[in-house]
């Protein structure tokens, strides 16, 4: 695999990062940046891009170390190894066999794009080569499930292609993605605001958005995940609907994984519970609480599922509620944004749960001229219930 970052990217976010620097009062790095980049406009015109952009990636990846958060976000999500892992491996295993060739050429490629990697390596190298000789045995467990999510994350190292991290326009343009994902080759494309690398006090902000992204692409390389691009059917405002509700689930479990791994999410817990009542009000409470906990707890989802339960409550209900804890004809009570209206057959964002309790006794009669088997508990969208009204002379 191999980190990329675009020349935008690095330009924006060095010259950012190097003014809120010297705001802040340090201007070491802000005058070396000026004493190698200012002398460029000297240059022929034609030789000044390829030099300015010499110049803000030595600052992006070495002096200030921006490239770092990728990586660390890379690592935390298990796209590649952990570098400590990889030193450390390569400390135990003296004798040179084909997969410690291979490691090595890891700690070599990261080093490529983070010069500073290999010194880091080298020095904790002596320092877990000490530690080595003080473990006993109870540490033998954490090394063997290490060791599986080593080989894990080598494996998606290997099968990656490439990631390359791009400047994002505004805030509707971040993101990723995934390049080539059913040819073979996959390149992860990252797209972040340049303006995320300037602040070193809200760089917790930025890991935790680049391993929210970077835990969406891992999905979508994953054939346990078996992401697919599904057609979604039924009009505008209905596929709007389910791919947003799609998102959520597909965002509590990127969130819920990561708390089980003890990382620091884009949102905690409660904002995403939120979140979730406001698609799913109009189920009842406890069973509201009782799906959520459920699919927070769940260790494994594929993409199927996820798509599948956002796109009809009986999945996701049949899933996380006790068959005894509702009936069917409670279920089909629950009146969620873009169900269809009885009436008007309508997605339905403004629902009229129960006409009859707000409406006088002659639109209720009016409705049931033209539907006989409606009752008002099935309720209508606003809309039919005004015409009824009207129709009725009491709207
Ligand atoms: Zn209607």
Same mark, same amino acid.
Request: proline content about 10%; cysteine-free.
């Given at each position: 695999m191999k980190v990329n970052y675009s020349a935008q990217l690095m330009e924006e976010s060095a010259f950012r990062h190097l003014n809120h620097l010297e705001r802040s009062g340090y201007r070491a790095d802000y005058d070396e940046f000026h004493s190698l980049?200012? #002398?460029? /406009?000297?240059?022929p015109e034609d030789d000044r891009e390829a030099a300015f952009e010499k110049v803000n990636r030595l600052f992006f990846l070495e %002096? +200030?170390? +921006? !490239?770092d958060h990728v990586l660390r976000a890379l690592e935390a999500v298990g796209l590649i190894p952990k570098r400590r892992r990889t030193a450390r491996k390569s400390a135990l295993t003296q004798k040179a066999e084909s997969g410690e060739i291979e490691n090595q050429e890891a700690v070599e490629e990261l080093a490529e794009h983070a010069e500073a990697s290999e010194d880091e390596a080298q020095a904790e190298e002596s320092e877990t080569a000490v530690a080595e000789m003080e473990e006993?045995?109870? +540490?033998e467990i954490e090394e063997v499930s290490a060791e599986v999510s080593y080989d894990l994350a080598r494996e998606f190292e290997e099968r990656i292609k490439e990631v390359t991290v791009k400047r994002a326009i505004n805030k509707v343009d971040e993101g990723s993605n995934v390049l080539n994902r059913v040819s073979g080759n996959p390149i992860i494309e990252m797209r972040v605001l340049?303006? %995320?690398?300037?602040n070193p006090e809200e760089a917790q902000e930025l890991d935790a958005f680049l391993i929210q992204e970077f835990m969406h692409a891992k999905d979508m390389v994953d054939p346990e995940f078996d992401y697919e691009d599904a057609f979604i059917p039924g009009n505008p405002s209905v596929k709007n609907l389910i791919t947003a509700r799609f998102r959520l689930l597909w965002n509590m479990y990127v969130d819920s994984r990561l708390a089980r791994m003890g990382v620091v999410s884009v949102l905690p817990k409660e904002a995403r519970y939120r979140e979730f009542d406001n698609f /799913? %009000?109009?189920? #009842?409470e406890k069973q509201r609480k009782g799906i959520f906990e459920g699919l927070w707890k769940t260790e494994k989802l594929t993409h199927e599922e996820l798509l599948s339960m956002a796109t009809d409550l009986d999945t996701l209900m049949s899933k996380y509620?006790? #068959? !005894?804890?509702?009936?069917d004809e409670d279920k089909d009570y629950?009146? +969620?944004?873009g169900s269809p209206c009885p009436l008007c057959k309508f997605p339905t964002y403004? &629902?009229?749960?129960?006409?009859e309790s707000i409406c006088d006794e002659m639109v209720i009669e009016a409705i049931q001229i033209d539907f006989?088997? &409606?009752?008002? %508990?099935d309720g209508g969208c606003d809309r039919c219930i005004e015409v009824y009204e009207l129709r009725a002379g009491v709207g």
């Open positions: 980049a200012d #002398p460029i /406009y000297e240059l %002096r +200030l170390k +921006l !490239g006993d045995d109870e +540490l340049a303006s %995320r690398f300037s /799913y %009000r109009k189920i #009842p509620v006790d #068959p !005894g804890e509702i009936t629950i009146h +969620l944004q403004n &629902w009229v749960d129960d006409p006989p088997d &409606w009752e008002s %508990r």
